[in-house]
Structure formats: C-alpha cells, structure tokens
C-alpha cells in the first residue's frame, strides 16, 4: 500500500544541539499512529516538522509521495490538519469563528464565508458534539470541549492526514476516552504524540518510541510495550499483561528504578 505519510532521515536542530535525529516514520491511509517516549525526547519537536513548524535541517516530509515542505503553505494545510498542543490565546473567539478557521486555506484574504464553509464547519461541530455551543466564547469552555472545539477545527479543514500534539493533555479519564475514541472513528490516517502508555496501546495502530530524538523501537503495541522497553526508556519497573478484551498490553506501573537497574 503506498503510504500516507512518509518521514525520512528527519534532522531537526535548535540550540546547536540536534533535537530530532534521523527520524524515519510512516502512516498508511486511515492508520492510527502513536508518538510516545519520554519528557524531552522530541516527540513535539518532530511533530512539528511534520506541520510545518518547524523547517527540518535534514530529511524529508512526503504526503502521498510529495515533499510537504516544497508546497505553498496553503496547499499543505489542505492536505494535513494539525491540533497542536497550544490552544489558541484567548480571545473572545466563538466555537463558531474558531471551526470556521479551519476553511481559511480554501479561501482569499478576507474572501466571506460561503455555504460550502458553513455547511462543513456545522458538520465539524455537530460531529464533536459542539453544536449546541456553537455561539459560546471559546475562552469559556472546559477543557474537553477547547479540545473538541480544535479537533472540530481540523476536521472542518477536510484533510486525509491529521496530526495531534498529546490531545488528551488536562483531560479526565471519560475525555481522554471521549477524544481517542472520536479521533478513531473519522478513519483518518493519524499521527497522535501520546503521553498515556496505556491508551496509546489500547488505540494506536503502531506505534513509534523516541529517545533522544532516535527512534528506539516501533511497531504494533503488542511488540513494542514491554517491561524491558520501559525500564530501559521511562526507569520503571512494571507489569504488562495482555488485556483480555483485546490482547493489547496493559501496563501496571510498579516502582522507579534506580539509573543502574533499568539499563541492565
Ligand atoms: N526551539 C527550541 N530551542 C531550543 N531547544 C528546544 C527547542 N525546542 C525544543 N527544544 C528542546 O528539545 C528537547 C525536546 O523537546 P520536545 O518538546 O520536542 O520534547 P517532547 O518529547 O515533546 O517532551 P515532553 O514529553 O516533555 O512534551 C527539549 O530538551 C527541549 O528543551
């Protein structure tokens, strides 16, 4: 099958110091796929050279085979939607206006809204189940519903390829479920930087583990989350276990380990 998203050799430096690292990833159409590892290891960093934040030194960024980083700005944000991890500062933005950016690549400076525009950001909303608040200040919504209100945005965006910096951040365990499970089910090929182990097992399709800015190991959940994968990456000791439901693993977290043990 040829790829959705391809990453290759991705270079990224700040400071003098090379934060992403010869990164190779993919993402087939419609795949689910997870970013995890720990604080510091480039998993922001590296997403952001995939939305065209930040320019990679090295590498390349290819959407169905061409290099995103070679498009007009535009064109690229017709093809790939981004739910960054920042929320937009808070201005009196409503829901509405907020979802309705999501068209601003469609359009010409200061061209209005069109049918077309209203009819897709109303499906966006009504599909994150926002409808209702349509004409609510964004700056007044809970925390799931910013969230929802930005993933609405980029569905409004009507891309084939979306990427989402830790979307379940700040989110209690029903939202981050709500979240996953939404992200799920637009079908999309995804790219989700994810800090909880244990949904990015039970949701990703695979999986890619960063350190230092390296990928350390990748693939299905059930071939890449081990204790010995956590030990050596995270310094925890824990139990994993095949969760009966659906045979992915499930993490116990047990104890820290001391620098000596968990690179034994
Ligand atoms: N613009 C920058 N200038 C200097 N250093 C940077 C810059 N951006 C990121 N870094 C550094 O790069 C490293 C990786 O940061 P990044 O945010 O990508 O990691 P992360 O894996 O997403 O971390 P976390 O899990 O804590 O969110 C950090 O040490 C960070 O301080």
Request: charged residues 25%.
């Amino acid at each position: 099958m040829s790829e959705k998203l391809s990453v290759a050799k991705l270079q990224w430096q700040a400071a003098g110091r090379r934060i992403v690292d010869g990164v190779d990833v993919t993402v087939s159409p419609g795949e689910f796929v997870g970013v995890i590892g720990p604080n510091g290891s480039g998993k922001s960093s590296f997403l952001r050279c995939v939305y065209r934040v930040n320019r990679p030194n090295f590498g390349a960024v290819f959407l169905d085979g061409e290099d995103l980083w070679k498009m007009p700005a535009s064109q690229a944000a017709r093809r790939c939607a981004a739910v960054p991890q920042e929320m937009p500062a808070q201005f009196d933005f409503t829901v509405r206006e907020i979802v309705a950016m999501g068209r601003y690549p469609y359009k010409k400076a200061m061209e209005r809204d069109s049918d077309d525009d209203r009819r897709l950001a109303a499906q966006a909303m009504d599909y994150v189940g926002l409808s209702q608040k349509a004409d609510q200040a964004f700056s007044s919504l809970s925390g799931g519903e910013k969230q929802r209100t930005l993933i609405a945005r980029a569905i409004a965006q009507d891309t084939d390829f979306l990427v989402l910096d830790e979307p379940t951040n700040h989110l209690d365990i029903y939202y981050q479920l709500e979240i996953m499970d939404l992200i799920r089910r637009m079908g999309i090929a995804s790219l989700v930087v994810m800090h909880d182990l244990n949904l990015a097992s039970q949701y990703c399709d695979r999986l890619y583990v960063l350190c230092q800015g390296r990928v350390a190991a990748a693939g299905r959940p059930q071939d890449v989350i081990t204790p010995e994968l956590i030990a050596r990456l995270y310094h925890v000791e824990t139990r994993v276990t095949p969760r009966p439901e659906t045979g992915r693993p499930q993490i116990a977290f047990l104890r820290r380990l001391s620098g000596a043990e968990s690179t034994e």
